[in-house]
């Protein structure tokens, strides 16, 4: 590991900003912390809020991510009024919470970490911490003792492990007074604190602690879980595999909450999960408690004897997720005191040799996390491996840590919900005009969407701003003809590869030739109905397969048009490809209703707003036909309705996020206009 110290962009800094530059060093590195762990400190002399200097602790707040923290995350405390703590005998965390709270200094500051006491408790200007994978592969074997006395001498103390808190604190500051000497104190299955006069010997010390590790393990053996079996699937293979299974997996561990997937087949995952040892060391327990709070004890492990077999491999993930639950379940009923409620018994990291890995997540960003995270659970294992036989916390120190009620209060401090927060959706014709606005209404209400259009260049456009609006892979976009059963397929597989599966589908995708029926050439009419009707069709039928499969319901909505009871003359090819998509959605709802899945319709009329399907020469005809100018026709369309007003694309999406939404959890087989009133187009 390289020492990434640069003088020319630290020296000058004042304290603090020396200290946010260590800390996102320090963060930048994932083998060091991953998401949210480890935290940095520094102590200085400065003027409280009345302007008497006082002796002032700068620590990393609760729930930041160390890469990418500024100043203002790092709350302001009075250290001498934490110091007398050190003579207690005990604290609970709540007495030690609110004890803190009223050391801070400033007003307005985020909550402290919860290793505050421990930073407080070490007698140095600048202190470091970290989860550093090679650190942690030290301590958790069968022989650490004699791991940790050979690469690190007499120049660090080893403190057992135990939950952070006052007694944490106490033993380290107890170790640290007795030899001040020392570089640094490794925490048992836990990770490393260094410290310095200032903060880059802080740094230079952790680094240089880190690398002693790296190097020890390099010198171990090579192949750290036994030797690898071959593996049958090629990766067209495994992806069809994978895309296949996502939705089924994904449809078990969302029995009590709706979970996304990410699904993961780098090198490392499957290099591991072929290896003779890998079954094994999944099961052994996690590395530290900041990776079990994301990936609960185990992962679930399921090995497919014949992996061609969907079936065979449908029935061995239902048997080997039902004794998970068992697991989890009697693991709880043993350690808990009954003080807090069972969580979720399902697994969050999935792992199948030769397939792959799944994580799972309230959201892309969460399953992200599990899966960052089981990468350095993996490396820990292959360190300890490489020195020793790799060991775990306790059943009841990881039952103390997932059930620790710091971590379970900050779930409860997280915002609420959104209404269609663990959804994925899929839209079509979703590059511009209706499509666009659903899609972009659907994922500010926190769905997942898949925005996909024939138009594949400007469905990406229209995801990457939806995922700059909402966050980490809320969208992605795909190129989809939905007259096309290949690219229809293609387009699902991605989904199910991206999130697992789906739950709401926006049948959008139009087109809207125009001219009389004995005018009309053949091949405009056949287009309309590949695109209006037969499309609808397709994108429908393998979404309905893919929602049995997850058997958690579902809701499609399918955007008709006023033309349906209302058909225009001269515009026959669509008025007529339109009303069998009507038809279709009729017929759906009657055969996916006992799976709980709802289908409606949404008939918007006379939408001009950033339309695709209103072309020069649509506009002209229609114009036309209602004895009109082209720059009146929109003025023509508002006044004939009964609201006289201009409707938008937003006001369909609004109506789409209702049917979609389980606000309407009862209406199935509906069509509901959105036309501004026309009384001609009143559903009957
Ligand atoms: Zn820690």
């Known amino acids: 590991m390289e020492n990434l110290w640069d003088p020319t962009k630290a020296d000058g800094l004042d304290e603090l900003d020396k200290l946010v530059y260590m800390t996102n060093l320090i963060g930048a590195d994932t083998s060091l912390v991953v998401w949210g762990g480890g935290n940095t400190s520094i102590k200085i002399i400065e003027k409280d809020f009345m302007g008497n200097e006082a002796p002032a602790m700068w620590i990393k707040g609760s729930g930041s991510d160390m890469?990418?923290?500024?100043?203002?995350?790092?709350?302001?405390?009075?250290?001498?009024?934490?110091?007398?703590?050190?003579?207690?005998?005990?604290?609970?965390?709540?007495?030690?919470?609110?004890?803190?709270?009223?050391?801070?200094?400033?007003?307005?500051?985020?909550?402290?970490?919860?290793?505050?006491?421990?930073?407080?408790?070490?007698?140095?200007?600048?202190?470091?911490?970290?989860?550093?994978?090679?650190?942690?592969?030290?301590?958790?074997?069968?022989?650490?003792?004699?791991?940790?006395?050979?690469?690190?001498?007499?120049k660090i103390a080893v403190v057992d492990y135990y939950r952070p808190g006052f007694k944490l604190s106490k033993l380290v500051g107890l170790a640290v007074k007795e030899a001040p000497a020392l570089d640094g104190v490794v925490l048992m299955n836990h990770g490393l604190f260094t410290w310095g006069s200032d903060t880059k010997e802080a740094y230079d010390k952790h680094i240089s602690l880190v690398n002693k590790a790296e190097e020890y393990i390099a010198k171990g053996r090579k192949?750290?879980?036994?030797?690898?079996?071959?593996?049958?699937?090629?990766?067209?293979?495994?992806?069809?595999?994978?895309?296949d299974i996502g939705p089924y997996i994904r449809g078990l561990v969302s029995e009590r909450q709706g979970m996304v997937l990410k699904y993961d087949a780098s090198e490392s995952v499957l290099t591991f999960l072929s290896s003779e040892e890998g079954k094994r060391l999944s099961a052994i327990g996690p590395a530290t408690p900041d990776h079990l709070i994301h990936t609960k004890r185990r992962p679930l492990w399921v090995d497919p004897v014949d992996v061609n077999d969907l079936?065979?491999?449908?029935?061995?993930?239902?048997?080997?997720?039902?004794?998970?639950?068992?697991?989890?379940?009697?693991?709880?009923?043993?350690?808990?005191?009954?003080?807090?409620?069972?969580?979720?018994?399902?697994?969050?990291?999935?792992?199948?040799?030769?397939?792959?890995?799944?994580?799972?997540?309230?959201?892309?960003?969460?399953?992200?996390?599990?899966?960052?995270?089981?990468?350095?659970?993996?490396?820990?294992?292959?360190?300890?491996?490489?020195?020793?036989?790799?060991?775990?916390?306790?059943?009841?120190?990881?039952y103390d840590a997932e059930y620790w009620p710091l971590e379970l209060y900050k779930l409860t401090m997280a915002?609420?919900?959104?209404?269609?927060?663990?959804?994925?959706?899929?839209?079509?014709?979703?590059?511009?005009?209706?499509?666009?606005?659903?899609?972009?209404?659907?994922?500010?209400?926190?769905?997942?969407?898949?925005?996909?259009?024939?138009?594949?260049?400007?469905?990406?456009?229209?995801?990457?701003?939806?995922?700059?609006?909402?966050?980490?892979?809320?969208?992605?976009?795909?190129?989809?003809?939905?007259?096309?059963?290949?690219?229809?397929?293609?387009?699902?597989?991605?989904?199910?590869?991206?999130?697992?599966?789906?739950?709401i589908i926006v049948s959008n995708a139009g087109i809207a030739p125009v001219g009389a029926i004995d005018k009309l050439e053949l091949s405009d009419w056949q287009r309309s109905l590949d695109i209006n009707t037969t499309g609808h069709f397709l994108v429908a039928?393998?979404?309905?397969?893919?929602?049995?499969?997850?058997?958690?319901?579902?809701?499609?909505?399918?955007?008709?048009?006023?033309?349906?009871?209302?058909?225009?003359?001269?515009?026959?090819?669509?008025?007529?490809?339109?009303?069998?998509?009507?038809?279709?959605?009729?017929?759906?709802?009657?055969?996916?209703?006992?799976?709980?899945?709802?289908?409606?319709?949404?008939?918007?009329?006379?939408?001009?707003?950033?339309?695709?399907?209103?072309s020069t020469e649509l506009r002209e005809e229609r114009a036309a036909a209602h004895g009109v100018t082209v720059d009146g026709l929109e003025a023509f369309y508002h006044d004939r309705t009964l609201l006289k007003r201009q409707v938008?694309?937003?006001d369909v999406a609004e109506t789409v996020l209702f049917l979609a939404s389980e606000r309407s959890s009862r209406t199935t087989g509906a069509m509901i206009p959105v036309d501004g009133g026309v009384k001609e187009a009143f559903p009957r």
């Open 67 to 154: 890469k990418s923290m500024h100043r203002a995350q790092f709350p302001r405390l009075n250290h001498d009024n934490i110091m007398p703590l050190f003579d207690r005998e005990d604290m609970s965390d709540e007495d030690m919470v609110a004890y803190l709270e009223r050391c801070l200094m400033d007003g307005e500051s985020p909550r402290p970490s919860i290793e505050t006491l421990l930073h407080a408790f070490l007698p140095f200007m600048s202190v470091a911490h970290s989860h550093a994978d090679a650190v942690v592969s030290l301590t958790n074997n069968h022989d650490s003792s004699s791991v940790l006395a050979d690469v690190y001498g007499d």
């Open 541 to 614: 039928a393998k979404a309905i397969q893919i929602l049995k499969e997850q058997n958690r319901g579902g809701s499609l909505v399918f955007i008709g048009t006023k033309n349906v009871p209302a058909p225009g003359a001269e515009f026959g090819a669509y008025s007529v490809s339109k009303a069998a998509e009507v038809q279709l959605a009729r017929v759906l709802a009657l055969e996916t209703g006992a799976n709980g899945i709802r289908v409606n319709v949404v008939n918007p009329d006379a939408i001009f707003e950033g339309s695709q399907l209103w």
């Open 311 to 398: 079936e065979d491999i449908k029935g061995l993930i239902d048997d080997a997720m039902d004794q998970y639950v068992t697991d989890y379940t009697s693991w709880y009923e043993k350690h808990t005191s009954g003080e807090h409620p069972m969580l979720d018994p399902y697994p969050r990291v999935i792992l199948m040799p030769g397939v792959g890995m799944w994580t799972t997540g309230r959201d892309a960003h969460a399953a992200r996390i599990v899966s960052d995270i089981y990468h350095h659970t993996i490396n820990v294992m292959g360190g300890a491996q490489a020195i020793s036989q790799y060991s775990s916390l306790t059943p009841q120190d990881v």
């Open 223 to 243: 192949s750290v879980f036994g030797s690898v079996l071959p593996s049958k699937n090629g990766d067209e293979h495994r992806r069809k595999l994978a895309s």
């Open 415 to 503: 915002p609420p919900e959104k209404e269609l927060a663990r959804k994925v959706a899929l839209v079509t014709g979703a590059a511009s005009g209706i499509g666009k606005a659903i899609a972009e209404r659907l994922a500010s209400e926190g769905a997942h969407v898949v925005v996909t259009d024939i138009a594949g260049n400007a469905a990406e456009s229209v995801a990457a701003d939806i995922v700059t609006a909402n966050g980490f892979d809320r969208a992605i976009g795909l190129s989809l003809d939905v007259s096309d059963p290949n690219s229809v397929a293609a387009a699902f597989e991605q989904t199910r590869l991206q999130y697992g599966g789906i739950d």
């Open 648 to 650: 938008r694309a937003q």
